[in-house]
């Protein structure tokens, strides 16, 4: 996500997930998109998700904290 073209990188993200809804990275790296693009909601519902299909990925657990408080 060089440049800040947030939007760009979370329309490749969600096409990304669409062929494999079962990578978390995607997730992840399109909930750093959001959270970017000042977005809270989706950028909390994607590291909830990251965190159903990785819930012992630390970098994760990182993101929710800070997203939810």
Known sequence: ???EKYIEAMFHYTHGIKRDAQNAYLYSNRSLAFLRMQQYYYALEDAKTTIR????????????RRLSS
């Not at 299909?53 to 929710?64: A, E, G, I, N």
């Open 1 to 3: 996500m060089k440049d």
């Open 53 to 64: 299909l990785m819930p012992k990925w630390t970098k994760v657990c990182r993101y929710f």
